[in-house]
Structures are given as structure tokens and as C-alpha cells.
């Protein structure tokens, strides 16, 4: 599995941020092809308090040829310029690759 993974520092506005991230952008990633799973992950805190990022979202894939032409899509190019207009100043944008799971360490 590949994903791509999208790391939003702390919005001046989280109201207005999320609203518009899970009633437009979502939506819209969400349509991309080839996408298998999307999760999003509020970030909370980090062990040293406070943390700089506040949202993340990674977007299972199957591989990179999938990656690739889900990015290159109508739903890829719209999710894109969508997420420029509202977060640009705010995310990161990563690609990874699974290597495994960790053992349960109970």
C-alpha cells in the first residue's frame, strides 16, 4: 500500500477550517479513483504539550501507479486546487509506503 499523507499545521480559524474541510474538501477527495481508505486524525497534543499540527489525513492507495492516476484525475486535479485555495500556507504533502505492522506491545 502507498499513501499519500497530509499534514495541516494549526489554522488561524479551526471553525472555519473544518468546516470547510469535511463539508467541501472531503467530499471531493474522496471521489478521487483509486482511492481506497481515507483516515483523518485530529491532532490533540504532542508528549511535549501543545503541537504545531492540528489535522492529518492519509489516503490509502494500492500502489503508485494507482497514486499517480488518482492525482492526475479530474477528482485529483479538483481535491488539488481546492486544497491550494484554503490550506496552502497549512499542509504538507507527503508520499509513503507501508513497510508492516508493529507487534502488540500488551
Known amino acids: 500500500?502507498?499513501?499519500?499523507?497530509?499534514?495541516?499545521?494549526?489554522?488561524?480559524?479551526?471553525q472555519k477550517f473544518d468546516e470547510?474541510?469535511?463539508?467541501?474538501?472531503?467530499?471531493?477527495?474522496?471521489?478521487?479513483?483509486?482511492?481506497?481508505?481515507?483516515e483523518v486524525?485530529?491532532?490533540?497534543?504532542?508528549?511535549m504539550g501543545k503541537s504545531d499540527y492540528y489535522l492529518?489525513?492519509?489516503m490509502y492507495y494500492e500502489d503508485h501507479e494507482s497514486m499517480k492516476a488518482g492525482m492526475k484525475s479530474q477528482?485529483?486535479?479538483a481535491s488539488g486546487k481546492d486544497l491550494m485555495s484554503f490550506a496552502g500556507d497549512l499542509v504538507t504533502l507527503m508520499i509513503g509506503?507501508?513497510?508492516?505492522?508493529?507487534a502488540d506491545t500488551n
Open 56 to 58: 492529518m489525513c492519509e
Open 41 to 47: 486524525t485530529k491532532i490533540v497534543g504532542s508528549p
Open 75 to 77: 477528482e485529483g486535479k
Open 97 to 102: 509506503e507501508e513497510v508492516g505492522e508493529t
Open 1 to 14: 500500500m502507498v499513501k499519500v499523507i497530509a499534514l495541516y499545521k494549526q489554522p488561524e480559524n479551526a
Open 20 to 38: 470547510h474541510y469535511f463539508n467541501t474538501h472531503a467530499p471531493i477527495t474522496a471521489k478521487i479513483p483509486g482511492l481506497k481508505k481515507m
